[in-house]
Every structure is written in structure tokens, then in C-alpha cells.
């Protein structure tokens, strides 16, 4: 191994250290091929220490008062407010987007922080007083134990913040797999977290892929999965976890649809288009990649057109950029050849944005906007989720069609529906099956008090990723019905019934 460049370490126990692996893979920048780190595929030995590490951590820390576990987030969301530039710096540099879109993946898991250091309103059971005399029931929501997240390369901050801060802030461990891709800021977010107090053995991370992610499928210890990735693998990782007996939740793969109603503010929403089919090169699991024109607003394709050419392809830390690079050298060969193919299945390429030339990053993995028109089913560029700067256009003659082939494709990630007219936008919100609806908002992600969501193929588990619904998932519910005598209270005699009397 060369010895300038820094090795990833794991951190089990409290302690950052070495992994013994014999296996190794590059942490690469994507818009110049630097080799940045070099990141370990852990053992089963050492996944095995990092479980064992925060099992012998859980009995104390589920005791834990709230307000101590809350403190260590507020904490932690100052350290990451505080460090913000350069968590994104780090980010742009191996994963590729903007530096100010890097910002916004390090903020939105921030806003998920600040939500997990407000834990002690949301841990709270129910109590009904008097369900028979003398008698209260009540709800304890308490910790599993040792958790697990998998997370994917495209929001290597946002993702991972997603899953440990809350999970932890309900009392569990936690043991983390980052995306092999990109795990160096994820790993500057553990060491801040660790500044910020919380215990040794309560955060753990192993490093590597498909092997390590089986193990943690399989490992009797490990209550509860989190996963955040494709649909293939997800769904892997999903129907193995769940014959373990484990809970999980995994928010998978998308093919996001917006519909454009001809009513629609033009400018506004072709910009708001050529962000979300574009920004982050298309690598979003919330990106549009697929757009519905309705009626006359068919007539628009030359004008986004002409917005998309106005966009910058560069480096994400070249000033003006739009779009960086995608992830790997793999990537962009396989966004290129599906471009290809959707030429060959007989779309229309209105714009074309294979090998565009960028000055000083010539190595880099760049696609530039990319159009086609006349898109269908069956074809390559519409069945497959490219994860590129890809957009497919479809023509649709009213919002009955456009609905009704939304809810024909197989994902349900998020959709937008472009229009004035509350009508319409209320009968979409009512009728499209999809987890995140847009009205006239591209990307509706929604903030931590709501949770991430998802339907049909493109999650698994009844529970998403943050707000009410991730405490229901990191926490297991007891029901205790409590009666209590003193001396003075007249014994009832036998009771044979079920009745609470
Ligand atoms: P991926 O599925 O390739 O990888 C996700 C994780 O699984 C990584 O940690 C990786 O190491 C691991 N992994 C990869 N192959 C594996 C295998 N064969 N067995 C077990 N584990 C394996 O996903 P990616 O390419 O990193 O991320 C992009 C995908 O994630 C897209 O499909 C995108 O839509 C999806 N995504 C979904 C959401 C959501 O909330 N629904 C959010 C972000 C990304």
C-alpha cells in the first residue's frame, strides 16, 4: 500500500483503529481520479467486535437519562453547524456535487440532529387513567438494542445523520456501514459525534461492502436494520434481515415523474425542471428524471432545452458549476451506453450530453444535461433508473393520463405537479401512489418532524427514516396496566373473567 495516502479507519469501542483487512479500495475524486483514501473492507472478526462493542454499551446507555442523550445532540448539531465548510468541502471531493450542494446534504442531516437533541418530546408513551377501577395503562417506548445502517454514496452526510443520531437518541447502539464510495465525510460526522460525548461502544463503524452487509443481516445481535440504497439491493438485504428476525426498514430505488400542467407558471417551472432533473448530476433518489408535458405545455421542449444548455459542467469546486461529476469511471460508462440505447429504442435526443469538454478536469467523470422526448415504457432510459443528468420527456393529453401512467410504474419515491389550479392539484395529491408529493415544488423532501416515506418499490418496512415514525422503529413498545392497593382497599374476592374490574 502506497504510504501517502491516508487509510480509513474503523472505530469500535470508542477507538478509531486500523483494520487488519487484506482488502482495500480506493476513495477516488471523481472530477480528477486522485486517489484520496484508501478505505478497508472489514472483517467478519471485526464486525463482529464493533457488535459486540455496542451490546456491552447498550445497558448503560438505555438507562441513560433523556435529557443527558438529548445534550449530547445539541452538542452535536453546534460541532456540525460549526464545521459546515469544510464537511462539505470534504464531500465535494469524493462524491463530486457543488460545494454549496454539499452544504445543503450536510444541512439536511444537521436538521435531523437538531430533531434527534429534541428526543425528550418525542420518546413519550400514553397513559389512560381509570381503564378499570383502581387501574392505569400506560405505554413505555424503550430502546431495541444494537442497531445497524447501511447507507448508500450519493448523500454520504444526510444518510448516515438520517439513522444514528436518532437511533441512539432512543437509547440504542449503533453500528454503521457507510457507502465504500464516499465514507470520508461520514467518517469526519462520527468523529464530530464522538466530540460531542456520546459513550464509547454506543457508535461504531465497519467499512465494506456486500460481504460486511451480509454479515450484519445475519448477526444474532443486531436488532434492527436501516437500509438506504437500490431496490435490488434492498430488497436483498430487506428479505435476509427479516428471516433473521430483525425489524427494517429500506428505502430503495426511484424513477420520480413530475406532470406539467399547460396552467403552469412557465419560468418557474422550468426552472424548477432543469434543478431537479440535473443538480447533483441526476444522482438524487428524489432527482426527476421523468417528465410528464401535458397538452401545450408539449410546446416547452425548446425552452428547456435551452435552460439546460445555460447549466455549467465543471468540478463541484469550480465557482458557477451546476453540474459535477457522477461517481465513478463505472457510472458515467453506463449512463453513456443507456443514452445510447434510448437512441437505439427510438426516443428523440434533444440533447445530447455525452463527453462534454471541461476544461482542467479531462479526466473527470462528467455527463453533461441530457434530453430526450418521445419517451415510453419498454424502453432502456424509462425502465431503468439511470441515476445521471438524464431527463426523459413524455407526452401526456390530460392529468387522467398523466395520473394513471405514474401509478403504472413500478416506483413510488416522489413526484411534483406543476399547475394553478388547486382542482388539480388536490385530485393528484388524492390519487397518485407515490411516498413524496411536490405541488409545484420539484424535490419535496420532507424536514424531521414529518418522516421520509415511500411507496411500492421503492421501500420495504412499514417505518421511514425520521420524524414519529423512526422513534416507532428504534424503540419497541410495552403496555403495563397497573393497579396498586394500599390497606384500606376491600378485596374483591376471585376473579375467573378476563374483565379488568
Ligand atoms: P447501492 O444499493 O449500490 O449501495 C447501498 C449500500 O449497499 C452500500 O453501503 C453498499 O456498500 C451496499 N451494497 C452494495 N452492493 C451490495 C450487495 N450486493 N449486497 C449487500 N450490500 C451491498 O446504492 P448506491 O449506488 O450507493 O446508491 C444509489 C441508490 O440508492 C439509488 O438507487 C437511489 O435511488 C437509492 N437511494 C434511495 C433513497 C431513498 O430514500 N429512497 C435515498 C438515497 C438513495
Redesign the pocket.
Known amino acids: 500500500m502506497t504510504a501517502s495516502i491516508p487509510t480509513i479507519p474503523l472505530l469500535i469501542g470508542g477507538k478509531f483503529v486500523q483494520s487488519s483487512t487484506t482488502q482495500w479500495r480506493d476513495v477516488v475524486n471523481p472530477a480528477t481520479q486522485e486517489v484520496l483514501a484508501r478505505v478497508p473492507l472489514a472483517t467478519a472478526e471485526e464486525l463482529a467486535q464493533a457488535v459486540a462493542a455496542a451490546k456491552a454499551a447498550f445497558p448503560a446507555w438505555r438507562k441513560t437519562p433523556i435529557g443527558t442523550r438529548a445534550r449530547i445532540f445539541l452538542k452535536y448539531q453546534q460541532l456540525i453547524r460549526d464545521n459546515i465548510k469544510s464537511l462539505a468541502a470534504l464531500l465535494t471531493a469524493e462524491q463530486g456535487k457543488t460545494l454549496a450542494d454539499a452544504e445543503g446534504d450536510v444541512f439536511r442531516g444537521l436538521e435531523v440532529v437538531e430533531h434527534a437533541a429534541a428526543i425528550g418530546n418525542l420518546q413519550l408513551g400514553e397513559l389512560a387513567n381509570n381503564v378499570a377501577t383502581g387501574v392505569d395503562t400506560y405505554t413505555l417506548l424503550q430502546p431495541l438494542g444494537v442497531c445497524a445502517g447501511?447507507?448508500?454514496?450519493?448523500?454520504p452526510a444526510m444518510?448516515p445523520l438520517w439513522m444514528f443520531p436518532m437511533a441512539i437518541a432512543c437509547g440504542n447502539t449503533f453500528v454503521l456501514?457507510?457507502?465504500?464510495?464516499d465514507p470520508m465525510v461520514t467518517m469526519r460526522l462520527v468523529e464530530l459525534a464522538i466530540e460531542a460525548g456520546i459513550p464509547n461502544g454506543v457508535l461504531n463503524v465497519v467499512h465494506g461492502?456486500?460481504e460486511v452487509?451480509?454479515a450484519i443481516c445475519d448477526h444474532p445481535d443486531i436488532k434492527a436494520v436501516s437500509f438506504?440504497?437500490?431496490?435490488?439491493?434492498?430488497t436483498?438485504?430487506y428479505n435476509r434481515a427479516s428471516l433473521n428476525g430483525k425489524r427494517v426498514q429500506c428505502?430503495?430505488?426511484?424513477k420520480n415523474h413530475a406532470i406539467v400542467l399547460p396552467d403552469a407558471n412557465k419560468e418557474q417551472t422550468l426552472n424548477a425542471i432543469a434543478g431537479a432533473a440535473f443538480g447533483a448530476a441526476g444522482q438524487r433518489?428524489m432527482a426527476l428524471p421523468v417528465v410528464l408535458l401535458v397538452g401545450e405545455a408539449q410546446q416547452w421542449i425548446p425552452e428547456l432545452v435551452a435552460k439546460a444548455q445555460t447549466l455549467k459542467v465543471s468540478s463541484g469546486t469550480e465557482p458557477g458549476t451546476d453540474v459535477g461529476p457522477v461517481i465513478s469511471c463505472a457510472a458515467r460508462e453506463r449512463i453513456e451506453s443507456l443514452i445510447e440505447r434510448g437512441v437505439a429504442d427510438g426516443a428523440t435526443l434533444e440533447l445530447d450530453g455525452r463527453k462534454p469538454v471541461v476544461p482542467g478536469y479531462e479526466q473527470g467523470n462528467f455527463v453533461g444535461p441530457t434530453i430526450f422526448s418521445g419517451v415510453r415504457p419498454g424502453m432502456a432510459i424509462y425502465d431503468q433508473?439511470i441515476?445521471g443528468p438524464v431527463l426523459s420527456i413524455v407526452a401526456a393529453k390530460d392529468i387522467d393520463e398523466a395520473i394513471e401512467f405514474i401509478n403504472a410504474n413500478p416506483n413510488g419515491?416522489g413526484t411534483a405537479i406543476f399547475t394553478q389550479s388547486g382542482a388539480a392539484a388536490r385530485r393528484f395529491q388524492e390519487d397518485i401512489d407515490v411516498g413524496q408529493v411536490g405541488i409545484n415544488v420539484p424535490i419535496p423532501v420532507p424536514v424531521p418532524m414529518f418522516s421520509?416515506t415511500?411507496s411500492r418499490a421503492?421501500?420495504l418496512g412499514d417505518l421511514g427514516p425520521y420524524g414519529k415514525q423512526v422513534v416507532m422503529f428504534y424503540t419497541q413498545t410495552k403496555t403495563v396496566t397497573a393497579r396498586w392497593f394500599d390497606d384500606s382497599t376491600v378485596a374483591q374476592g376471585v376473579n375467573t373473567t378476563i374483565s379488568l374490574k
Not at 447501511?150 to 448523500?155: C, E, G, Q, S, V
Not at 428505502?251 to 426511484?254: F, H, I, N, V, Y
Open positions: 447501511i447507507t448508500p454514496f450519493n448523500f444518510i456501514k457507510p457507502s465504500e464510495q461492502a456486500a452487509v451480509d438506504v440504497g437500490s431496490t435490488r439491493v434492498g436483498h438485504v428505502m430503495m430505488g426511484a433518489c433508473e441515476f419515491n421520509f415511500g421503492s421501500k
